[in-house]
C-alpha cells in the first residue's frame, strides 16, 4: 500500500489467515517492522482485537479541516 493504510482498511498483504505476506522480507514497510502486538491489539479473541483496533484507529484519526485550514474538533 505505497501511500499507506488507510485506518479502517485491511492491509493487502495479509492472507486470509491473517498472516503478512511480506513477513521477514526487506520491502515490508518499517511500521509493521517495528510493530509490537500488545494485549490491546490481540485481546482475548479475533472479534474483541478487530474492535479495540477499530476503536484505537478511531481514537488517533486526524481532525478532519475545515475549508480554512483550521482542525475541526471531533
Given at each position: 500500500m505505497p501511500q499507506g493504510k488507510?485506518?479502517?482498511?485491511?492491509c493487502v498483504q495479509l492472507t486470509a489467515d491473517n498472516?503478512?505476506?511480506?513477513?521477514?522480507?526487506?520491502?515490508?514497510?518499517?511500521?509493521?517492522?517495528?510493530?509490537?502486538?500488545?494485549?490491546?491489539?490481540?485481546?482475548?479473541?479475533a472479534d474483541a482485537a478487530y474492535a479495540?483496533?477499530?476503536?484505537l484507529e478511531r481514537l488517533t484519526r486526524p481532525a478532519p479541516q475545515a475549508p480554512d485550514g483550521c482542525s475541526r474538533h471531533r
Open positions: 488507510p485506518a479502517g482498511v485491511r498472516r503478512c505476506r511480506l513477513f521477514g522480507r526487506p520491502e515490508r514497510p518499517a511500521v509493521c517492522v517495528g510493530l509490537r502486538p500488545s494485549w490491546e491489539m490481540c485481546r482475548e479473541s479495540g483496533l477499530r476503536e
